[in-house]
């Protein structure tokens, strides 16, 4: 079924010109930090839904820059405006495609990626559209650098499986891997607007790192 739309969340979403930066119109690739001004590791959600996440984590975490990525409007301007609510001062916002991310960051410009319930794209046929699948990972580590990190989170068993095996294929080294988040050891996790919603279920939460060697 075709998205609709919400009426008028593109120009809102624009009216925040110095948070907001659209795919097509970055022209600052390779210095992300001359935009923040500052020096501080950068740290991007690809997919970062209505923002809570990453929100969190940059209240959480001043000395860290954030960037998160969303292709639909709509869902953007919600992590917008939590940043705006919030008065962070730490975090910006690409409206842009995870497809085209080699023209927006350049080699080594990142400390660590996070990925967080993407699509599964259950059927076989669309393996390699998942934000897991190899060829995105070989994206990803080159935008690494040589301490970076893939934090990857989901509900879905399948995509987990799957994503193990790519994380392997790609040469990254698996750590904290996680099969029922909420019952584990792992501490400080910070959750999604979907996490919190499929654990009030009590559905399994999988998560594991992937570390660039």
Known sequence: MRRRKKKGADLKLLSFENLVIKGDEIDFKGNWNE????????????GTGRGKFLTTLAKQNPNINYIAMEMKEEVLLKAVEKAVENELNNILFIWGDVNNILDYFDKGELSRVYINFCDPWPKKRWYKRRLTYRGFLENYKKLLNDDGEIHFKTDNEKLFEFSLNEFSEANLKLKNITLDLANSDYEGNVTTEYE??????????????GLKI
């Open 35 to 46: 935009k923040f001004q500052n020096d501080n590791p950068i740290h991007v959600e690809f």
């Open 196 to 209: 919190d919603k499929f654990m009030s279920y009590g559905m399994k939460i999988y998560r594991v790192e």
